[in-house]
């Protein structure tokens, strides 16, 4: 059983850093794919990042590539985002995510995981 809990939000000006943790309490976290999603208010969740299983690879929505950085340590179960060169636009609640399933195009989709986290909220001040 797969529960993911969400850390690190907070509030930072805008070009400042944060980084978020997702910690996993379950027997099984090397076995998913990990994902980052995020909501903003009045909008839909989007995707941000994903890692496989091993963290081997990766893959980021044009939006954070370049400033995000996801990574996973298997020993502790826990999947990470740092984020940097925050922008007023990255204001989201924020969300982890695990897959069951394989590294295909559905990584970046909401309906490809199974198991999320509650959320942590970022606000980037401007």
């Known amino acids: 059983q797969v529960q993911l809990v969400e850390s690190g939000g907070g509030l930072v000006q805008a070009g400042g850093s944060l980084r978020l943790s997702c910690a996993d309490s379950?027997?099984?976290?090397?076995?998913?794919?990990m994902g980052w999603f995020r909501q903003a208010p009045g909008k839909e969740r989007e995707f941000v990042a994903a890692?496989?299983?091993?963290?081997?690879?990766?893959y980021y929505a044009d939006s954070v590539k370049g400033r995000f950085t996801i990574s996973r340590d298997n020993a502790k179960k826990m999947v990470s985002l740092q984020m940097n060169s925050l922008k007023p636009e990255d204001t989201a609640v924020y969300y982890c995510?695990?897959?069951?399933?394989?590294?295909?195009?559905?990584?970046?989709?909401?309906?490809?995981?199974?198991?999320w986290g509650q959320g942590t909220q970022v606000t980037v001040s401007s």
């Open positions: 995510a695990a897959r069951l399933l394989g590294w295909t195009n559905y990584i970046a989709t909401i309906g490809g995981y199974d198991h």
């Open positions: 379950g027997r099984t976290f090397s076995t998913y794919i």
């Open positions: 890692i496989s299983r091993t963290g081997g690879s990766t």
